[in-house]
């Protein structure tokens, strides 16, 4: 039985970013990642690849460039946890043992909650841009779009970016408006709002009214008929709840998530699946040893890449501290990050914590569009990403010691 002090299960964002921040912190530490995957994605960068701002090609990177110096890859997935003899079983049938788990294996799509959708995608209009396999096909449905309707869909959360959905929207109106295409833009979203945090909400609205799309709200997508190119809806209001047919020329679908099954049907499992950790030190509820950080963790945060970031520290602070028989003293605030691009070459910088006030990085009115933003979306932050987030730098201004 192979053993590591710290075993991270999932090499993406969340994984590598705390397994660098641990190493950096304390180069001593045996730190080994369970990740099955060769290649590695910066996913919040496909809304441009779906937007023909960037290639897939650029988005993509070896996985083995990515694992920190001196972190052991195992190159398998987690079939089974075990956490009261702390160890799990791999996928390759290999038991593994730890001192401190990391859970970071994010979330999972889910297609086939939506009937028709799976083989409806990357065809007749259908796209994603929530998969590599398929947000090329959205820009490719964009270019051939000769008008009519344009739907975009958003799941019921939690999702990987809640902004996202609506931002192709946003760029795919300003495409259809420079080809002067007789277009109707739909945005049905499941949420009962066109963003959760008021303060960036106001402006959005004001976004939509100036494009002229058709926001509908409480809209679930529930089945999609490629044969007769019609999106059906389960729409809910105050004391009812009606079925509704919207005819689409392109559908953009944001598809349902959820906690992956190994996770979900694990005793580290809160109810709604989802690893069950305090929201402020990130340690599990029930099991000391056994922290977690992105997608995941069932805290009640905006999920994001910028969240990892905020998330990453305090992870690295309190399980040092554990390890070393300390009290835990830092704590997460919630801090994410949503550029929200509302056109090509402007974007709403929003940044955000528990409490749902803005926490803006630079000295200007966050909820205001600007192509500074958009600028930082576009260069600013794959560098970032890349260079410093996986190699362990720390967002120290999300490192709050004591804050409850």
């Not at 909650?113 to 995608?121: M, Q």
Request: charged share 20%; net charge positive.
């Amino acid at each position: 039985m192979a053993h590591h002090q710290v075993l991270v299960v999932g090499g993406g964002a969340a994984g590598i970013t705390a397994a660098a921040q641990l190493k950096r912190a304390r180069p001593s530490l045996d730190v080994a990642i369970l990740e099955p995957s060769a290649e590695h994605y910066y996913q919040p960068g496909w809304t441009l690849v779906g937007a023909g701002v960037f290639s897939l090609e650029e988005t993509r990177r070896r996985e083995a460039d990515l694992i920190p110096s001196g972190v052991t890859w195992m190159r398998d997935a987690v079939a089974a946890f075990d956490p009261d003899h702390n160890r799990l079983t791999s996928s390759s049938g290999h038991t593994l043992s730890y001192d401190v788990l990391i859970v970071a294996t994010g979330l999972k799509l889910c297609w086939s909650k939506v009937e028709g959708l799976s083989e409806a995608l990357g065809r007749g209009g259908v796209c994603s841009n929530y998969s590599k396999d398929f947000t090329t096909y959205t820009w490719e449905a964009i270019q051939s779009f000769k008008g009519g309707q344009a739907i975009f869909t958003c799941a019921p959360m939690p999702i990987k970016c809640p902004g996202a959905p609506q931002k192709i929207a946003y760029l795919a109106d300003d495409v259809f408006k420079k080809k002067r295409l007789a277009a109707k833009v739909i945005y049905a979203t499941a949420t009962p709002g066109i963003f959760g945090i008021p303060a960036y909400a106001a402006p959005l609205r004001e976004v939509v009214k100036r494009k002229g799309i058709d926001a509908r709200y409480n809209h679930v997508l529930t089945e999609v008929r490629a044969a007769s190119k019609e999106a059906v809806f389960q729409v809910t209001d105050a004391e009812s709840s009606r079925e509704e047919v919207i005819p689409y020329d392109l559908l953009h679908v944001t598809p349902p998530m959820a906690a992956p099954d190994v996770v979900a049907g694990s005793a580290l499992a809160n109810g709604a699946g989802f690893v069950e950790v305090d929201q402020y030190s990130l340690q599990h509820v029930r099991y000391p040893n056994v922290f977690s950080l992105g997608d995941v963790a069932g805290m009640p945060n905006s999920k994001t890449a910028a969240a990892v970031r905020g998330q990453a520290p305090v992870l690295t602070s309190n399980l040092l501290a554990f390890l070393d028989g300390h009290g835990l003293s830092a704590a997460y605030d919630g801090y994410s990050c949503c550029p929200l691009i509302t056109g090509y070459g402007k974007a709403i910088m929003a940044e955000f914590n528990y409490k749902a006030e803005p926490t803006p990085s630079f000295p200007l009115d966050p909820t205001k569009e600007r192509w500074s933003m958009w600028f930082v979306k576009r260069k600013i932050l794959p560098s970032l990403y890349w260079n410093r987030m996986l190699a362990g730098s720390q967002h120290e201004r999300r490192f709050v010691p004591g804050v409850r």
